[in-house]
């Protein structure tokens, strides 16, 4: 079974600097997706950012960035510009391509606090 | 667009109870998922369907818990009877195929 990691159970940035929180997996697939959702106090989750596992080009979306590292089956974001908003729960999650099983798999999350 | 949508948001009964948690996926998607969230567990994933046809049921805790999804825009999450060790946010998202999971802005429930 695939496992999701996050070392970090909370994470702290100053306001505009940048911040990166850690992502680590476990599977025996070599096809896969890998995501970030954020989750604010409001509670909703949120997708962040995705990763397809053949694609060797790290993920963009704004601010944030991914490092994806497939032989070490790491999975990095790096929140650039941090601002207030960003404070949240961040989820690094893992799915398998093909197969069949749409399911996620969660990391425990990182809180990240950014202080103005 | 309309999200994916849950219904009651916030829920509190007492022991014993039968409680019922909705769900109305967004519109043509054929996957439905069933999360729990706790402190102790984090995200789990309790049960998902395609096609309204359960997949994978086997994160489902107990034989209280029961799920079905009669129609393509609708599902239900029930736990009967429950106990406070079901308090939680259950989250119930969609999806098309290889797509991105759409979460609904969940259900806290307390059990007391």
């Known amino acids: 079974a695939q496992t999701v990691t996050q070392s970090q159970p909370e994470m702290s940035v100053q306001e505009a600097e940048t911040v990166t929180l850690s992502c680590t997996y476990d599977t025996s697939e070599s096809d896969y997706y890998l995501f970030w959702y954020k989750q604010p106090p409001s509670r909703q989750m949120i997708l962040v950012i995705r990763?397809?596992?053949?694609?060797?080009q790290n993920a963009t979306e704004n601010r944030f960035s991914v490092n994806f590292q497939k032989a070490a089956k790491s999975f990095s974001l790096k929140i650039s510009d941090s601002q207030l908003g960003d404070a949240a729960m961040y989820f690094c999650a893992y799915r398998s391509h093909g197969g069949g099983s749409e399911k996620l798999v969660f990391g425990k999350g990182t809180k990240l606090t950014v202080n103005p | 667009d309309a999200g994916v949508i849950q219904s009651p948001r916030h829920e509190v009964t007492e022991m014993g109870q039968e409680v019922t948690l909705r769900c109305k996926p967004i519109?043509?998607?054929?996957?439905l998922f069933w999360y729990r969230q706790t402190m102790m567990r984090g995200l789990e994933l309790l049960i998902y369907?395609?096609?309204?046809?359960?997949?994978?049921d086997s994160g489902m805790p107990e034989d209280r818990f029961s799920a079905k999804m009669p129609n393509a825009s609708f599902s239900t999450l029930k736990i009967q009877p429950s106990e406070p060790r079901d308090s939680a946010v259950y989250f119930c998202?969609?999806?098309?195929?290889?797509?991105?999971?759409?979460f609904g802005d969940g259900t806290r429930l307390s059990i007391l």
């Open positions: 519109s043509g998607h054929d996957y």
């Open positions: 369907f395609n096609n309204n046809v359960p997949i994978d």
């Open positions: 990763q397809e596992a053949y694609k060797q």
């Open positions: 998202a969609s999806s098309s195929l290889n797509q991105p999971q759409h």
